[in-house]
């Protein structure tokens, strides 16, 4: 798995968990806007981006890897913050490490599984290759509100990314539901939603904020499916608070 990491060594860990379909590189217009230096840990989770060489096989795997290495990165725990796939791996993260994750930020998990989940995923690699078609993928991005200029790293990674990894990942998710450890962690969380996500995007946002006491529900107006990339300025801003940093 590919990682970059940078900032200040002293500097506060930040672990940031991208959406499927993207890499790290979604991360950038937010790192920018924070307001103070922080050690960001950038994935490319397996299947995505530079990590294309290797499926992406299942949840489970993935978090067992990002263990490992905030093991080795951030042995005293970090802010641990995860978009749309991203987001479901911070929860598991936080449900069954406790200890390595002092603060979770969830952003559009679906936390509700999906009537006909198999109809979905047979339709979803079928139409796979649409992937690598450049408008297609476009279209896609503008869906997602990938500024222009990280348009072209969308691009590449869609022609990356394997039929295997794109119904795996997809499959996982729809299926997804809270581990019963997200509701008995202490640890602070934020979760997170655009105002403008579907229905079921919004109420999973509620159904894992009611499974945790020590959460936080915050509906984001204006804002569709895509907080990082819509709006980076309103993401940094939410985890400088978080980081205990004015923003701006």
């Known amino acids: 798995m590919h990682i970059d990491e940078a900032g200040p060594a002293d500097a506060p860990p930040l672990l940031l968990l991208h959406g499927g379909g993207v890499s790290g590189w979604m991360w950038?217009?937010?790192?920018?806007?924070?307001?103070?230096?922080?050690?960001?840990?950038?994935?490319?989770?397996?299947?995505?981006?530079?990590?294309?060489?290797?499926?992406?096989?299942?949840?489970?795997?993935?978090?067992?890897?990002?263990?490992?290495?905030?093991?080795?990165?951030?042995?005293?725990?970090?802010?641990?913050?995860?978009?749309s796939l991203g987001a479901q791996l911070t929860v598991l993260l936080a449900a069954r490490r406790p200890d390595l994750v002092t603060d979770a930020v969830v952003v559009s998990a679906q936390a509700k599984p999906i009537a006909m989940a198999s109809l979905t995923l047979g339709m979803l690699a079928a139409a796979a290759p649409l992937a690598r078609w450049q408008r297609f993928a476009r279209l896609q991005a503008k869906e997602l509100f990938v500024p222009e200029a990280l348009v072209p790293e969308y691009l590449a990674d869609s022609a990356r990314i394997?039929?295997?990894?794109?119904?795996?990942?997809?499959?996982?998710?729809?299926?997804?539901?809270?581990?019963?450890?997200?509701?008995?962690?202490?640890?602070?969380?934020?979760?997170?939603?655009?105002?403008?996500?579907?229905?079921?995007?919004?109420?999973?946002?509620?159904?894992?904020?009611?499974?945790?006491?020590?959460?936080?529900?915050?509906?984001?107006?204006?804002?569709?499916?895509?907080?990082?990339?819509?709006?980076p300025d309103l993401m940094a801003a939410l985890l400088d608070a978080r980081l205990g940093h004015p923003s701006g």
């Open 28 to 83: 950038r217009p937010t790192i920018a806007a924070l307001a103070r230096p922080v050690r960001t840990i950038v994935p490319d989770l397996p299947g995505h981006g530079r990590s294309a060489s290797a499926d992406y096989r299942s949840h489970a795997e993935t978090v067992d890897a990002l263990e490992r290495e905030l093991e080795r990165r951030a042995p005293g725990g970090a802010t641990v913050v995860g978009f």
């Open 162 to 231: 394997t039929r295997a990894t794109l119904v795996a990942s997809v499959g996982e998710n729809l299926r997804f539901t809270p581990p019963a450890g997200w509701g008995e962690g202490t640890a602070p969380a934020l979760v997170a939603v655009g105002a403008r996500e579907r229905s079921l995007m919004r109420r999973s946002a509620e159904v894992l904020h009611e499974a945790r006491p020590s959460s936080e529900l915050r509906v984001i107006e204006g804002v569709g499916h895509g907080l990082p990339l819509q709006r």
